[in-house]
């Protein structure tokens, strides 16, 4: 085979000074939920690119997206911030909303004479419900939400037809199976970004051994390409996302992705049906152990 050149991910400038805007809020243990590093690694790509348009999927506390909202105060003027998460509390603490703290973040960054950050919420659903609402010419996307198949790259699909050449995508947690013990199912992030045609940006001279953060920039080639994305959804689901879930997924897929849609669609009924024979194996399991048990007590009683 002819020699070539191999095209590697290139690198970005980190950034830290927006982070200083934890000390203005609500410290709250786990939050935020990414290292410094992965913290500088976004507010560094908000930086470089100046995008008009954010939307942040998977917001948890806020803790991000507080941060997040202070990179786009220091770098993008008359902007707008969308930040989705399908859970309406803090799945750390249900007294306390997603979000929480990007709304104090918000709330205190607000009042200042050059804010100028539209900043909306949409909290209760998937993503797909709101891209509508949300619009088009996305500039800056985080997807950072369940991690396991098919999580992010569904995300993916329903929103690329909302984003245009240019537009940046983060993915965290794209190591995340290989660094945390028992995560071995959390690869949604790290298929996607294995998967996708386009420009990427990723350390592999970092410090880290195996960087946790990884992003690319759409290109033409994204669509041209999204085939592999499709594809990548025959690696085995961890679960399936409810009816209500799976249509608004659905409706967008059908609606722009044409012939491809049939293809997706016999992939989902794929893993629904494995998911579903699991489920049976599972019970048929439990079901064995709850009658072995019941045999063993009946026997010792018999024998007492």
């Not at 290292?35 to 991000?64: H, M, N, W």
């Not at 995340?176 to 386009?198: E, H, P, Q, R």
């Not at 209500?244 to 293809?263: P, Q, S």
Request: glycine letters at 6%; aromatic letters at 12%; hydrophobic letters at 35%.
């Amino acid at each position: 085979m002819k020699e070539q050149r191999v095209e590697l991910p290139k690198h970005i400038e980190l950034d830290k000074t927006p982070i200083d805007i934890l000390d203005s809020i609500e410290k709250v243990e786990y939050e935020p939920e990414m290292s410094e590093y992965d913290l500088s690694f976004i507010c560094g790509i908000i930086k470089k690119y100046r995008p008009q348009k954010c939307v942040e999927v998977g917001i948890a506390g806020g803790g991000t997206s507080a941060i997040i909202l202070n990179a786009m105060y220091n770098y993008c003027e008359n902007s707008e911030f969308h930040v989705v998460d399908k859970s309406k509390e803090y799945y750390h603490d249900r007294r306390k909303h997603s979000g929480f703290l990007g709304r104090q973040a918000y709330d205190f960054l607000s009042p200042k004479k050059d804010f100028k950050i539209k900043y909306v919420e949409h909290l209760g659903n998937v993503l797909p419900s709101y891209l509508d609402e949300i619009g088009n010419n996305i500039d800056f996307v985080l997807l950072d939400t369940v991690h396991i198949l098919p999580g992010e790259v569904l995300d993916f699909l329903a929103v690329l037809p909302y984003l245009h050449v240019g537009t940046i995508v983060v993915l965290h947690d794209v190591t995340l199976n290989s660094i945390s013990y028992g995560k071995k199912n959390d690869v949604a992030t790290g298929v996607l970004f294995n998967s996708v045609v386009a420009e990427k940006y990723y350390e592999i001279n970092s410090h880290d051994a195996m960087p946790n953060i990884a992003a690319f920039k759409v290109t033409e080639d994204t669509m041209k390409y999204i085939m592999n994305v499709f594809g990548a959804l025959c690696q085995t689901w961890s679960y399936l996302p409810s009816k209500k879930e799976l249509d608004a997924y659905n409706a967008v897929i059908n609606k722009y992705y044409g012939k491809l849609y049939d293809y997706y669609a016999k992939i989902c009924d794929t893993n629904a049906k494995n998911l579903n024979n699991i489920s049976l194996r599972d019970k048929a399991t439990l079901i064995g152990k709850l009658l072995l048990n019941r045999a063993s007590s009946q026997y010792r009683i018999r024998n007492n």
